[in-house]
């Protein structure tokens, strides 16, 4: 069970927070270092936040649409293939680490394990990583290498926060279901953050809630 209690906001608070958020996100944000190992890593500075999902989730697209930008994260054209770390400055505020997709069937076996032994050694090992968002596809159910980097989540003691993404072609009543599963799924985890936030990068719904879910993580630095 999530050890989690989500600390509710006022509704002026969650208004500031989405400002704090567009602010943040509309200011400069560069592409600082790509590493395919653990010791090319840039040293802990900003606080982070990691981006992890399937193959073909939409985690370039969320982080383009986060960004304002069309371009800032590309997605591999061998998805499942590529180890990299990619970092993202929000300069004097913030990290955005873009992980490797996982869960790709046509990977080879080592690169599924060798991708379980590197995200799982940096995500135990990295002192300013404040939260991964976890994103899990709206449209279909949940497999079981989500359920996988769940546990690996938990054993890594690494707060997760579950993120459906392309949620703009769901119905209402089929919305609400997917977010009603995901908010069990995340209980059923110790290291789960509870609130489940519901995505679009075309249509840009939860874009703000998430912007502003990321700023709040970022305020302790901005001092």
């Not at 985690?59 to 970092?87: D, H, M, V, W």
């Not at 873009?98 to 050694?121: C, I, L, N, T």
């Amino acid at each position: 069970m999530s050890d989690f209690q989500a600390s509710p906001r006022t509704p002026e608070e969650q208004e500031n927070l989405v400002e704090t958020g567009r602010l943040l996100f509309a200011g400069a944000c560069d592409f600082v270092f790509g590493a395919q190992k653990l010791e090319q890593v840039p040293p802990p500075n900003l606080p982070e936040i990691a981006f992890a999902g399937r193959s073909n989730v939409g985690k370039s697209s969320l982080i383009n649409a986060l960004t304002g930008r069309k371009a800032l994260a590309r997605a591999s054209s061998e998805p499942g293939r590529t180890k990299q770390l990619n970092f993202f400055d929000f300069p004097g505020r913030l990290t955005l680490v873009d992980m490797p997709g996982y869960g790709y069937a046509k990977a080879a076996k080592d690169v599924k394990e060798d991708w379980q032994g590197m995200m799982f050694s940096f995500l135990r090992g990295r002192p300013t990583l404040q939260r991964v968002i976890l994103l899990l596809d709206s449209r279909i159910e949940v497999k079981q290498s989500d359920r996988e980097i769940m546990k690996l989540l938990d054993r890594a003691a690494v707060t997760f926060q579950i993120v459906l993404t392309k949620c703009d072609g769901l119905k209402p009543g089929a919305l609400a279901a997917k977010c009603a599963q995901a908010t069990d799924l995340a209980r059923q985890h110790a290291a789960a953050f509870p609130d489940i936030i519901a995505t679009s990068s075309d249509s840009g719904m939860g874009i703000p809630e998430l912007r502003a879910e990321l700023a709040a993580l970022a305020l302790p630095q901005a001092g």
